[in-house]
C-alpha cells in the first residue's frame, strides 16, 4: 500500500490549538516537558522524518535538535543524523557525549566504522559536503557550486587551484579586502605544492610564463587582459558568483565582471568557467548571452543548522520579544520586555556576537553608545592599543571600543585595519561584540554565536533580500565552531537570530513582515537578475536595449570581435582608445572624442609640457577630460570648481609622497584648522553625512565641524582619508594611467602618484600585493638578509624567520600580522 507524504501546508492546518501545538511552543520557550509532551513530540518527530516533505524534516529535525540541547540527551540527533549523513554530528556525540548510550549497539559500532569514509584530512564532513566535494574533484568543465556558508566552498577552490597548478589559473574575488586572505589560503594549503608566487596585481604577471596562479579582482583582471592582448586562461573560478546578477541595471561592477567573462570565452573557447556561490536558484541564470557555454549544478539540501528567531519593536519605546517560528509562521510571546537595545543586549547576548547596521556612520555611533554605556568591563589592551595608535592615531574611537570589549567593521576602515580587527576579535574571548555592516556578506569569517539585525536594509534603501538574509545570518556558529574536537559544542546547532526595530532601522519597517516572509520554511530565494548582459533581449524594453548595445559597443572598443553586435562605432583616436583600455565611464567617449582631441591639443600648446607635480596633474586631468565635457558621474562633477581640485591636489601629493596614516590625520587638522564659517561644513556624501548644508538639501551631505573637538576631528579625518583615497584610486587614478601612456607625465612623478614611491624595490613589494608601509619597513637595512627583491620580474623571496626579526625589532604589530599574508606559516 501507498504511503501519502505528508506535507508542512497540511499539517499547518490542523495543528492549531492541538496538544501538539502547546508541547512544542513549550519546548521552543525553553520551558519544562513532561513526559507524556516529550514522548508526543518525539513520535511526531520520527512520523515528519520518515513521511513528511521537506519542510516538515525541518520541522522533526528542529524538534530533535532542542529536545536534546534542553535535556542532554543525544540519542535521538544521533539516530537522525546517522540517517541522514550528517557525520559531524554523530562524531561529536560520539566523542564528546558518549553517557548516551551509543557505543554498545552493534549497528553503531558498524557505523562508527562507516562514517570514517567521511574523514577529510582532520575533520568529519556530512555527506552534503561529501557529494559537493567529490562533484568539484570530478568535474574538468563548468561548473556552478552552490552551498551555505560553512559548506567548504573555499576549501573546494583551494584544492582545485592547487590540482591544477601546471595550467594558468585565476580566482575573482569581489573586493580588494578577499584578495589577502585568498592568497594567504593558497599559501598555507599549499604544503608540497611549491606554491611561492601568486599574482594579485596585473603588473605582476611578466608575459612569459606557461603557467600562474592569480587572485584577482574583475578590475585588475580585465587590466591584466588590456595589457596582454594574447593572454588566454585554462581555469577561471568565480567566488561569491551571485555578484554577476548585479544590484541594479546600471551596477557597473557586474557589468564589468561579465564583461571580462566574455572575453576569456573569446580568447579561449575551451576556458573552464567555474561559479561559486551560498545562493543561485538557477544555475542557467549565470550564462551570459553573449556566451556560449553549459553548466553542469551541484547544491545540497542539507539543513545542519536550525536557526531560532526572535523579533523585538524598540523603536520609540519598550518592547515583547517574540520568537517567530518559522514552521507554523507565527509568533511566540516569550513574555519578556526591553526597554531599549542595550537591555536587550545586557541579557541576550552570548560569548560572540554579531550586530549588524546598514551605514558606517551609525555603525560607529552605536559602537560609542554601546561602550560608553558598558561600565563594567575595561580590558587591558596596552599591545593592542599601542598597535593602533602607532599605525593610526590614538584618538582613534575604535580603540576606545575595544577596550569595552567591541570592535567594529565596514569599509570606510582602511583595509588592513578591517583584517586586523577580524585577527583579533577571532583571537580574543573577552571581545563580546563586532558591530558591521553588510561587508559580512562578502567572505568575512569571524567566530559568532548569535546575530543582531538592528536594520534590515542594505544599501540605499533596500529591504536584504531573502538571499542576502540566509547568507548573513549563516555566518554566525560556523561548522568549524560547531564540530571543533576540543570546544565544539551541539547548542551551537540553534543559531540565534534577532530582529530588532531600533532608531537606525526605517520608520516604516515591519519587521515581522521581513522575518516571515525571509524566514519561514517554506520561503524560496529568487535570482533577481539585473544585468542585462545575461538577460535575453527579446524580453527588454527599447532603453533597455539602448543600454545593452551601449554595453557591447563599450566592450568591443575594448576588445573587438567579443560579441556579436553589428553596426559598431570605433573609436580612431588614442585618447579615446585609451578612454576605453582604462574603462572611462564618467562621460561618452565617443561623442566626447572630438572635443577631447581639441582640449588635449590646447592644452599640449598653452600648459606644463611635462607633468611633475600634483597640482599640474589635476589640472591636466580636468583640462583634457572634462572641460566642455559632458559628465555624467556626479562625484566627477565636483573638480569643475577650483578649490576641489586644489582639495584633490593635496591629496595627490599625500600619494605620491606616501604619507602615514599620522601624517595625513595631522595634514587633515591643520587644514581644516585655516578654515571658518560656512567652509567648517565640509561635504563627506550620503555614508556620512549628518548635517544639510542649507534647506534646499534633500538629505544630510555634510558635516558641520564648528565647535567639534580635536578627537571628533581626528575621527572624521580617518573616514575621509579613506573615502579620498578610494576616489583618487576609483575615479583618478585611470585619467592619471591615461596622461602616463600618452607620455604627459615624468616618469618618476608617475610612479609616485601610481605606486606612493619611485623606488624599484618598494614598487615590486606593491605589486606583489604589500602595503606601502610594510613595503617601506621590510626595504630597511636590517632585513636585507631576510629578502629578495628582483625588480627586473618583480619577484620576491622571503624567508619566514623575518617575522622573529621583525618582532625583536619591535615593528608595529599590524605589519607583522599583514606580513603573515605573504609567507606560507605551514
Known amino acids: 500500500?501507498?504511503?501519502?507524504?505528508?506535507?508542512?501546508?497540511?499539517?499547518?492546518?490542523?495543528?492549531?490549538?492541538?496538544?501538539f501545538d502547546s508541547s512544542y511552543k513549550k519546548l521552543q520557550l525553553n520551558l519544562d516537558l513532561n513526559e507524556t509532551e516529550i514522548h508526543h513530540l518525539l513520535k511526531n518527530a520520527i512520523i515528519f522524518s520518515n513521511f513528511g516533505d521537506s519542510d516538515l524534516q525541518k520541522l522533526a529535525y528542529k524538534i530533535i535538535v532542542t529536545y536534546s540541547n534542553k535535556y542532554n540527551d543525544y540519542k535521538p540527533l544521533y539516530d537522525f543524523a546517522i540517517n541522514k549523513g550528517y557525520?559531524?554530528?554523530?562524531?561529536?556525540?560520539?566523542?564528546?557525549?558518549?553517557?548516551?548510550?551509543?557505543?554498545?549497539?552493534?549497528?553503531?559500532?558498524?557505523?562508527?566504522?562507516?562514517?570514517?569514509?567521511?574523514?577529510?584530512?582532520?575533520?568529519?564532513?556530512?555527506?552534503?559536503?561529501?557529494?559537493?566535494?567529490?562533484?568539484?574533484?570530478?568535474?574538468?568543465?563548468?561548473?556552478?557550486?552552490?552551498?551555505?556558508?560553512?559548506?567548504?566552498?573555499?576549501?573546494?577552490?583551494?584544492?582545485?587551484?592547487?590540482?591544477?597548478?601546471?595550467?594558468?589559473?585565476?580566482?575573482?574575488?569581489?573586493?580588494?579586502?578577499?584578495?589577502?586572505?585568498?592568497?594567504?589560503?593558497?599559501?598555507n594549503n599549499s604544503n608540497n605544492s611549491n606554491v611561492h608566487r601568486i599574482i594579485t596585481h596585473p603588473e605582476m604577471y611578466k608575459g612569459t610564463e606557461q603557467n600562474f596562479i592569480a587572485v584577482l579582482t574583475q578590475e585588475r583582471l580585465l587590466r591584466l587582459l588590456q595589457k596582454n592582448i594574447d593572454l588566454k586562461l585554462d581555469i577561471v573560478l568565480i567566488d561569491e558568483a551571485h555578484n554577476l546578477f548585479g544590484e541594479k541595471e546600471d551596477d557597473s561592477r557586474s557589468i564589468l565582471l561579465a564583461q571580462v567573462i566574455i572575453i576569456l570565452k573569446k580568447r579561449n573557447e575551451n576556458v573552464v568557467l567555474n561559479f561559486f556561490s551560498p545562493f543561485i536558484a538557477n544555475p542557467n541564470n549565470l550564462k551570459i548571452k553573449q556566451c556560449n557555454y553549459d553548466v553542469a549544478s551541484q547544491n545540497t539540501d542539507e539543513f545542519i543548522k536550525t536557526e531560532k528567531y526572535f523579533v523585538c519593536d524598540l523603536y520609540e519605546s519598550s518592547g515583547k520579544l517574540e520568537i517567530f517560528d518559522q514552521f507554523s509562521n507565527s509568533f511566540i510571546n516569550t513574555n519578556i520586555e526591553y526597554k531599549n537595545v542595550f537591555d536587550l543586549l545586557k541579557l541576550e547576548k552570548s560569548n560572540k556576537n554579531i550586530i549588524y547596521l546598514n551605514r558606517p556612520i551609525h555603525i560607529e555611533e552605536f559602537s560609542l553608545e554601546l561602550a560608553n554605556r558598558t561600565n563594567d568591563i575595561e580590558l587591558q589592551i596596552e599591545e593592542i592599543e599601542k598597535?593602533?595608535?602607532?599605525?593610526?592615531?590614538?584618538?582613534?574611537?575604535?580603540?576606545?571600543?575595544?577596550?569595552?570589549?567591541?570592535?567594529?567593521?565596514?569599509?570606510?576602515?582602511?583595509?588592513?585595519?578591517?583584517?586586523?580587527?577580524?585577527?583579533?576579535?577571532?583571537?580574543?574571548?573577552?571581545?563580546?561584540?563586532?558591530?558591521?555592516?553588510?561587508?559580512?556578506?562578502?567572505?568575512?569569517?569571524?567566530?559568532?554565536?548569535?546575530?543582531?539585525?538592528?536594520?534590515?536594509?542594505?544599501?540605499?534603501?533596500?529591504?536584504?533580500?531573502?538571499?542576502?538574509?540566509?547568507?548573513?545570518?549563516?555566518r554566525i556558529n560556523r561548522f568549524s565552531e560547531i564540530f571543533n574536537p576540543e570546544s565544539g559544542d551541539l547548542k551551537l546547532l540553534e543559531p540565534n537570530v534577532y530582529i530588532v526595530k531600533s532608531k537606525y532601522s526605517n520608520k516604516k519597517a515591519n519587521i515581522k513582515k521581513f522575518i516571515s516572509d525571509r524566514a519561514k520554511t517554506e520561503s524560496i530565494s529568487i535570482d533577481n537578475v539585473n544585468?542585462?548582459?545575461?538577460?535575453?533581449?527579446?524580453?527588454?524594453?527599447?532603453?533597455?536595449?539602448?543600454?545593452?548595445?551601449?554595453?557591447?559597443?563599450?566592450?568591443?572598443?575594448?576588445?573587438?570581435?567579443?560579441t556579436n553586435l553589428e553596426g559598431i562605432v570605433y573609436v580612431q583616436s588614442e585618447i579615446a582608445q585609451l578612454c576605453f583600455k582604462n574603462n572611462v565611464y564618467d562621460f561618452d567617449?565617443?561623442?566626447?572624442?572630438?572635443?577631447?582631441?581639441?582640449?588635449?591639443?590646447?592644452?599640449?600648446?598653452?600648459?606644463?609640457?611635462?607633468?611633475?607635480?600634483?597640482?599640474?596633474?589635476?589640472?591636466?586631468?580636468?583640462?583634457?577630460?572634462?572641460?566642455?565635457?559632458?559628465?555624467?558621474?556626479?562625484?566627477?562633477?565636483?573638480?569643475?570648481?577650483?578649490?576641489?581640485?586644489?582639495?584633490?591636489?593635496?591629496?595627490?601629493?599625500?600619494?605620491?609622497?606616501?604619507?602615514?596614516?599620522?601624517?595625513?590625520?595631522?595634514?587633515?587638522?591643520?587644514?581644516w584648522r585655516r578654515l571658518s564659517g560656512d567652509e567648517l561644513i565640509i561635504y563627506v556624501g550620503t555614508k556620512w553625512g549628518k548635517d544639510k548644508r542649507n534647506f534646499t538639501d534633500h538629505q544630510p551631505l555634510y558635516i558641520n565641524l564648528k565647535g567639534k573637538e580635536t578627537a571628533e576631528r581626528v575621527n572624521i579625518a580617518i573616514i575621509r582619508i579613506k573615502e579620498e583615497q578610494d576616489y583618487v584610486e576609483f575615479n583618478l587614478l585611470k585619467y592619471t594611467e591615461i596622461l602616463g601612456e600618452l607620455g604627459l607625465i615624468e616618469n618618476d612623478f608617475y610612479e609616485q602618484i601610481k605606486y606612493g614611491s619611485s623606488d624599484k624595490k618598494i614598487i615590486t613589494l606593491l605589486k606583489n600585493g604589500f602595503s606601502i608601509e610594510l613595503a617601506k619597513c621590510i626595504t630597511k637595512e636590517e632585513y636585507l638578509n631576510f629578502i629578495s627583491i628582483n625588480h627586473k620580474i618583480d619577484e620576491i623571496i622571503i624567508k619566514d624567520t623575518i617575522v622573529i626579526e621583525m618582532e625583536i625589532n619591535n615593528e608595529n604589530k599590524i605589519l607583522i600580522f599583514e606580513i603573515k599574508y605573504h609567507i606560507n606559516e605551514q
Open 87 to 187: 557525520i559531524p554530528i554523530s562524531k561529536l556525540v560520539e566523542s564528546k557525549y558518549s553517557n548516551n548510550n551509543i557505543d554498545d549497539h552493534f549497528f553503531n559500532l558498524f557505523f562508527s566504522s562507516f562514517q570514517e569514509n567521511f574523514k577529510e584530512k582532520n575533520y568529519y564532513i556530512s555527506n552534503g559536503q561529501k557529494k559537493l566535494i567529490e562533484f568539484s574533484s570530478n568535474n574538468n568543465s563548468n561548473f556552478v557550486l552552490i552551498a551555505p556558508t560553512s559548506y567548504g566552498k573555499s576549501e573546494i577552490i583551494v584544492e582545485k587551484v592547487l590540482s591544477n597548478k601546471d595550467k594558468k589559473v585565476c580566482i575573482i574575488v569581489p573586493s580588494k579586502a578577499l584578495l589577502a586572505q585568498t592568497k594567504k589560503r593558497l599559501l
Open 531 to 562: 544585468n542585462l548582459l545575461l538577460k535575453d533581449e527579446e524580453n527588454l524594453s527599447e532603453t533597455q536595449k539602448i543600454s545593452l548595445k551601449n554595453s557591447l559597443e563599450f566592450l568591443e572598443n575594448i576588445e573587438p570581435n567579443s
Open 1 to 19: 500500500m501507498e504511503i501519502k507524504q505528508i506535507t508542512l501546508k497540511e499539517f499547518r492546518k490542523e495543528i492549531k490549538s492541538t496538544f
Open 387 to 474: 598597535t593602533i595608535s602607532e599605525y593610526i592615531h590614538p584618538d582613534y574611537n575604535l580603540i576606545k571600543c575595544i577596550k569595552k570589549g567591541i570592535v567594529y567593521h565596514h569599509g570606510g576602515m582602511p583595509e588592513i585595519i578591517r583584517l586586523f580587527v577580524e585577527d583579533i576579535f577571532s583571537k580574543r574571548k573577552d571581545l563580546e561584540f563586532v558591530i558591521t555592516s553588510s561587508t559580512l556578506l562578502e567572505g568575512v569569517n569571524i567566530p559568532a554565536e548569535k546575530i543582531f539585525l538592528f536594520s534590515t536594509i542594505k544599501g540605499k534603501n533596500t529591504n536584504l533580500s531573502t538571499s542576502q538574509f540566509k547568507n548573513l545570518i549563516g
Open 589 to 671: 567617449i565617443k561623442q566626447s572624442e572630438r572635443t577631447l582631441l581639441k582640449n588635449l591639443a590646447v592644452y599640449k600648446s598653452t600648459l606644463f609640457t611635462i607633468i611633475s607635480d600634483s597640482n599640474q596633474l589635476i589640472e591636466a586631468i580636468y583640462s583634457i577630460f572634462f572641460k566642455d565635457v559632458l559628465i555624467v558621474d556626479a562625484n566627477i562633477i565636483r573638480l569643475q570648481n577650483p578649490s576641489a581640485r586644489r582639495f584633490y591636489a593635496m591629496i595627490l601629493q599625500w600619494r605620491s609622497s606616501s604619507a602615514s596614516y599620522n601624517e595625513m590625520i595631522g595634514s587633515f587638522i591643520n587644514y
